[in-house]
Structure formats: structure tokens, C-alpha cells
């Protein structure tokens, strides 16, 4: 038997299960901005051959992509499912955290327009009832019907075998910094519980049940990128906690849209594990992402991605 972790039930959890590497995350992204054959994300990406094999047969076999034969079936293509497509306010809101925090060299972020107001899009994640923008501080959390443990093997999946880019080459790119910061499940996981609030190692530990070498690991990590900052609380012994920097609150957006995309497609039957309100209006919490400019939800069909001149 494989040896798991015990984890608190949780639509984040679950959907990292799926998605919750960076190269499942470059593949969506690219699929976002027309990828759909083989080669076009072995040359944009820079993933190795069997990397990038082994990622689409698992998007396929979970849901997010679907295998359809063209050119009289001398070619497949791989498209998005509507469980995939529904992934698009998280990969917004990976770009919107890109654009405030990334400098990654030779990968330049995509530019972003929105077609309904012919202008510049800054995607903004609000509440879908009263149109207010979603702080983490506004949101409170109760037990849903699917509340509990449950038993997630770690998946097994390569975070290297990148194909560098040549000497002066420029890969124009939907995610920057985030896939490398936040494209390991554990590592989201750990700085979700911020959000439920945890402080301390014992607190995280009690939520998601996880190895403490892995919980030690990526708070260290988390520290080092810049999310989490560390404060001593007690002497004799030296204890410490760990506190969100601004940085590391730019990413409750993704939290919030995982949270909703894997409530809506990998709910059990008991129902969703959370439930989210938001305070201001007092309503379940249904977050959308909507143009900074015109306040219409964005739809991809809606937004065209382009290179940065």
C-alpha cells in the first residue's frame, strides 16, 4: 500500500491533487492561450518530452483536457473540458499575482485585453452577490456536510526536466513566478491554512496532518520566497510563527478559486467541505473574477492574450 498523508477534507486539496504542480499549471496556461498540439507546449514551455507526456494523460484522465484525433487522425489535439475551462479564474488570478510580485528574466508575462471594453485587463476577484471585492479578512468560515479526514496519496510528479531557452530568448507566458513559488500542492496547502488562521507549526500540523519534515520544508521555502515572514513568541526554548507578508496575501484570490472550482467538480455526495460567507453582505460566498475596468465577469472567449510590445 502507498504510504498517505491525512489531510482535513478540503476543495483546495483536492483540486491540487489534479493540478497542484507547475507543469500541470504551465500546460493550462497554455491551453488558455490556444495550446493544443504536443509541440506547441514543448516549445513554448520548456518541458522534456516525457514530462509533458505524463502531465496531459493525467489532465485527461482526470477531466480537465479531452484527447480528439484531427487531420483524419494523423494528429491529436488536447482541448479543454468544461471542468477545464472552469479553471480560468484561477489562472487569472495566477497572472494578476504574477503581475504584482514576478521578475523571472527570460519569461515575459502575457499581456492581457478585454475585448467587451477594448482596454487593458486587470482581473479583480469580487463577490459575486454584492459586487465588493473579496478580502480575506471580509470571509468567514464554517464546516460544510463534508466536513472530515480523508486519505490523499502525495503524487509522484518531477518538478525539473526543463528544457532551458536559448541564449536571448524571450517565452511570453500566462504564469511567471507563481509556478515556480506556488506549483507544489503542499506548499499551497500550508499557506491556506494562514488564511483559516494558523500561526504556529502545531496549528498547521493539526489541520492537515502532513509529515513535519514536508511542513518544516515548505514553511522555510515560504519564508525564503518571500510569502511568510517568521516572529520569535517565546524564549527558552526559541519558539517561532509565521505571519503572511502582503506578498503572500496576494494569493488568497487562488485560494478562493480553487476552493470554488473544486467544490463545483470534486465534491463527494456528503457536499462541499466549507462553507464561505461574506461579511459585508452576508451571503454565501460566490467569488468571480470581473474586468477592473467595466466590472463584467471575465469569460476566455472575452479576453485575448497577447505578447508585451
Aim: net charge positive; hydrophobic share 40%.
Amino acid at each position: 500500500m502507498p504510504k498517505t498523508n491525512l489531510i482535513r477534507t478540503n476543495s483546495v486539496a483536492r483540486a491540487l491533487a489534479i493540478i497542484g504542480d507547475r507543469w500541470s499549471l504551465l500546460i493550462l496556461g497554455g491551453a488558455f492561450q490556444g495550446m493544443r498540439r504536443f509541440g506547441d507546449w514543448r516549445g513554448r514551455i520548456g518541458i522534456a518530452s516525457n514530462i509533458l507526456t505524463n502531465r496531459l494523460e493525467r489532465l485527461v484522465k482526470a477531466g480537465c483536457l479531452k484527447k480528439v484525433k484531427v487531420e483524419d487522425g494523423r494528429w491529436h489535439e488536447y482541448r479543454l473540458t468544461q471542468m477545464g475551462a472552469e479553471l480560468y479564474p484561477t489562472a487569472l488570478m495566477f497572472w494578476r499575482f504574477d503581475r504584482l510580485w514576478s521578475d523571472r528574466g527570460n519569461l515575459q508575462l502575457a499581456a492581457l485585453s478585454h475585448v467587451s471594453c477594448c482596454d487593458d485587463v486587470h482581473p479583480e476577484l469580487v463577490c459575486g452577490h454584492c459586487r465588493r471585492p473579496v478580502r480575506s479578512h471580509d470571509v468567514r468560515y464554517e464546516d460544510g456536510p463534508g466536513a472530515g479526514f480523508e486519505k490523499m496519496p502525495p503524487p509522484k510528479l518531477s518538478r525539473r526536466s526543463a528544457v532551458a531557452p536559448a541564449p536571448g530568448e524571450c517565452r511570453q507566458t500566462l504564469f511567471g513566478e507563481s509556478v515556480d513559488v506556488l506549483g507544489d500542492r503542499w506548499t499551497q496547502l500550508v499557506l491556506a491554512s494562514f488564511f483559516l488562521g494558523a500561526r504556529r507549526f502545531d496549528e498547521i500540523l493539526g489541520q492537515w496532518k502532513i509529515a513535519t519534515n514536508i511542513l518544516a520544508g515548505r514553511l522555510k521555502t515560504s519564508v525564503q520566497a518571500g510569502l511568510l515572514q517568521r516572529r520569535l513568541y517565546q524564549r527558552g526554548p526559541d519558539r517561532y510563527e509565521y505571519l503572511l507578508t502582503p506578498k503572500g496575501m496576494d494569493i488568497y484570490p487562488i485560494v478562493l478559486t480553487l476552493t470554488r472550482w473544486g467544490d463545483r467538480w470534486l465534491a463527494t455526495k456528503a457536499g462541499r467541505p466549507l462553507v464561505l460567507y461574506h461579511k459585508p453582505c452576508g451571503q454565501v460566498l460566490d467569488p468571480i473574477v470581473v474586468c477592473d475596468r467595466c466590472a463584467r465577469e471575465l469569460q476566455p472567449h472575452e479576453v485575448s492574450i497577447r505578447s508585451r510590445d
